[in-house]
């Protein structure tokens, strides 16, 4: 699979010693041209601290 792009916004401070919690979830799935969307998400605690989303070119399989 390739990397095709992604954003991140930040909403909360991140500090050392701080445990982070991150979440991504597929949100679109295109099959004809082989790209995947996910909601990407990171918490300390219940604070969000980050949210953004990524696409990714996912290899098409063969019939077997």
């Known amino acids: 699979s390739n990397y095709l792009t992604q954003t991140?916004?930040?909403?909360?401070?991140v500090r050392i010693g701080?445990?982070?919690?991150?979440?991504?979830?597929?949100?679109a799935l295109d099959k004809e041209k082989g790209r995947c969307t996910f909601a990407t998400t990171a918490h300390v605690g219940d604070t969000l601290v980050i949210?953004?989303?990524?696409?990714?070119?996912?290899?098409?399989?063969s019939a077997a």
Do not use: N
Not at 18 to 27: H, L, P, S
């Open 18 to 27: 701080d445990t982070v919690r991150a979440r991504v979830t597929i949100t």
């Open 51 to 61: 949210e953004g989303e990524a696409q990714i070119l996912v290899p098409k399989r």
């Open 8 to 13: 991140l916004k930040s909403k909360a401070r």
